[in-house]
């Protein structure tokens, strides 16, 4: 089996073999948007956005969430950079809609370990010592796709560093089809003032 870090240094030494003038990109990105969206894997930005690199900024955390440090980057991303138009993507079959707060609190009570989501749902197979810190975290799950999209959106808008000027979009990913499916609500709420 091979090891995950030579097959990543491999990977980047064929990529700097053919890195050409990517070196004089400008730092703010030549479209001038940024997308929020979910960690999740099965998701490529550049490919369902239709990205090169540095056409856009692309933040991403578990669930494509609007947490304090995602509104953080998109404050800079605007404020220093100039996108002038944001994009929260969430998705279909997100694992932020898996479990709860109180399921993610008692898992890294038990321990560290990674758990294991079965049929009834997810358990921790690891051996402790856990924490207690998950206690003060709010994990931001996911119970509606849309909803969490409209709230997220809501909140960016609503923030006091976030221009209104800056339009917001709000979106599914279909991970099915591949498809962008729009969250009217969350478009309406993100209207520029």
């Known amino acids: 089996m091979a090891n995950v870090l030579d097959e990543v ?3 980047n030494q064929t990529y700097t073999a053919e ?6 990109l ?3 990105p030549a479209r001038r948007f940024a997308i929020l969206t979910c960690m999740d894997a099965r998701l490529d930005p550049a490919k369902f956005a239709g990205l090169k690199e ?10 494509g969430r609007a947490s304090d440090d995602a509104i953080r980057s998109l404050i800079i991303s605007h404020k220093l950079l100039g996108t002038n138009e944001w994009f929260v ?16 609190r008692l898992l890294l009570r038990q321990s560290l370990d990674t758990a294991k989501l079965e049929a009834d749902g997810w358990h921790d197979v690891g051996r402790g010592p856990g924490s207690t810190e998950g ?4 994990w931001l799950i996911i119970t509606n796709q849309s909803e969490s999209v409209t709230s997220d959106v809501r909140r960016i808008r609503s ?5 209104d000027s800056v339009p917001i979009y709000g979106y599914v990913y279909d991970v099915k089809n591949g ?3 729009e969250v009217p609500d969350a478009t309406k709420v993100g209207r520029p003032g």
């Open 19 to 24: 890195f050409g003038d990517r070196g004089s």
């Open 159 to 163: 923030h006091p560093l976030v221009p």
């Open 89 to 104: 993507i969430h998705h279909t079959n997100c694992g932020m809609e898996t479990f709860t707060d109180e399921v993610m």
């Open 9 to 11: 240094l491999a990977a």
């Open 179 to 181: 498809r962008l499916v």
């Open 54 to 63: 540095g056409d856009a900024h692309v933040i991403r955390n578990a669930g």
């Open 26 to 28: 400008a730092l703010p």
């Open 135 to 138: 206690d003060f975290i709010d």
